[in-house]
């Protein structure tokens, strides 16, 4: 008896926040619910469809059912689980009871994850016996079809690691609104892709068919980014209810660099066209520069140590590694750059995509540069990074409806907000701008949100130089 229940138990060896969570969870009302609620609907929809449906469209009908429920469940239903993840511990003030038990930030923050986690994975594996059903119906294209279930499932992970990561944040607009407008969004997506007909699910079925070597370094490069950015959405969350004491800036820079070149230069070798590569280095690029740009510039000796302890090499090193906005400044400079000479020197970029380059880095240092002239004091960075982010798409498409009231010419009025990034979007297809001269604005709003928030950060790298020679007092 002390056998069973011993194997009817979780091993020791699991995270405890897992344990916990996962105990709570499968017995919520929300996941019994949710899990009966899709087995019963496609229990009903597959009699139904094998009833009715001819034996032409029998097949791909079942297919795009099956996967709308699937993603529905675990794209919609799950990720909004995590909304109060991390939130609840913070007003419950057992974070800090939590490490007195040796429960690290992240191990908090991984433990809320993976428990939802582990529950889509339940649910993924509760749809399979209706694949293997829908292949009886014929036309199927299994393996395609089952590549297309685990990246559904890997975005489901991904879209989990947003809430969990947000959860920690004050803003309730960024925690509870945005990822419930989110998912509605994300509901009106999957409903157009799986219900607009045979056509979209066959599309939708091609990338992941990997009969080339650019699809498949396509397929690799987009699992690459959803594990890149599922961690840095979690390492997001740790951050905020870590203590100042712990570092977790420099291993995340350092991780970044090295998987953003070596990703692009694979790319690079294997003659992948430069849309592709662009789009995967600037999805690794943006969280990873949000992150650094929104840190706490408040330094503390213990982190500085180890870097001023290798002398003028390791000073040097911290000037990048450091945690802080004005150290992250230098890294996503340092960024551009690196995402500058790959793409002339790897992919002979032309004038377009430099300019994309260029304006959404300029979108992320925008942000910055209006917190320092206009919030310095705000304690919500990365709330507020997010607020300026959406303003200037906001302002763009006010100019764009104004414009329908306006007689004459096309972008005589957005011409004039070429200083907000996001309007390169707009001003690309235009012909008040030519490709050179939007290539030339792009560059100056780069250069004009570097300065202004580097000019800003001057009192920040007076405090870190004082840190350093305390740090080097002590030695």
């Not at 582990?118 to 749809?127: D, R, V």
């Not at 925008?366 to 320092?372: D, G, H, I």
């Not at 012909?431 to 920040?460: D, E, K, Q, T």
Request: glycine share 6%; hydrophobic share 55%.
């Amino acid at each position: 008896m002390r056998s069973i229940q011993h194997i009817s138990d979780f091993p020791d060896k699991l995270n405890p926040m897992l344990v916990k969570e996962l105990r709570q969870g499968l017995r919520g009302i929300s996941f019994v619910t949710l899990f009966i609620a899709v087995q019963a609907f496609l229990c009903f929809i597959l009699l139904i469809t094998a009833a009715v449906a001819s034996h032409e469209n029998a097949g791909h009908l079942l297919s795009r059912i099956i996967f709308f429920f699937f993603s529905l469940a675990v794209l919609v239903v799950q990720p909004l689980r995590g909304i109060g993840a991390l939130q609840t511990e913070i007003k419950n003030n057992t974070i800090d009871l939590l490490c007195l038990t040796r429960l690290s930030a992240w191990r908090i923050t991984f433990g809320k994850w993976i428990s939802i986690v582990s529950q889509s994975a339940l649910i993924l594996t509760a749809i399979i016996p209706y694949l293997i059903l829908r292949y009886f119906f014929g036309d199927m294209q299994i393996f395609s079809e089952i590549l297309l279930m685990l990246s559904i499932f890997l975005l489901s992970a991904l879209f989990t690691a947003g809430t969990v990561g947000f959860s920690a944040l004050k803003s309730v607009i960024i925690r509870v609104l945005l990822p419930i407008c989110a998912a509605f969004f994300v509901f009106i997506f999957i409903w157009n892709l799986f219900f607009d007909g045979r056509h979209t699910f066959l599309v939708l079925l091609r990338p992941v068919t990997l009969d080339s070597l650019t699809t498949t370094l396509t397929f690799l490069g987009f699992i690459t980014a959803c594990v890149y950015a599922t961690w840095m959405l979690l390492d997001l969350g740790t951050s905020l209810i870590a203590p100042l004491s712990e570092n977790r800036a420099t291993r995340r820079r350092l991780i970044s660099l090295g998987l953003i070149t070596f990703t692009l230069l694979v790319f690079g070798l294997a003659k992948v066209d430069i849309e592709i590569s662009l789009a995967l280095g600037l999805a690794l690029c943006i969280p990873v520069s949000m992150i650094s740009l929104t840190e706490n510039a408040n330094l503390v000796q213990p982190i500085v140590t180890p870097f001023t302890s290798k002398g003028i090499f390791g000073t040097t090193a911290g000037r990048v590694l450091y945690p802080g906005w004005a150290t992250g400044l230098v890294f996503v400079l340092l960024l551009y750059g690196l995402m500058q000479a790959l793409m002339h020197y790897s992919y002979r970029a032309d004038d377009e995509a430099t300019t994309v380059l260029n304006s959404v880095f300029a979108i992320l240092l925008f942000p910055l540069a209006l917190t320092r002239l206009f919030a310095r004091k705000h304690e919500n960075r990365f709330g507020l990074f997010l607020l300026f982010i959406c303003t200037q798409f906001l302002i763009v498409l006010i100019v764009m409806a104004a414009e329908e009231f306006i007689d004459g010419a096309k972008l005589q009025v957005m011409q004039y907000f070429f200083w907000v990034p996001s309007s390169f979007m707009y001003l690309g297809g235009s012909s008040s701008f030519s490709v050179p001269a939007l290539l030339n604005v792009s560059y100056i709003n780069v250069i004009l949100y570097a300065s202004i928030a580097m000019s800003s950060s001057l009192p920040v790298w007076k405090h870190i130089r004082d840190v350093e020679r305390a740090s080097d007092n002590d030695q």
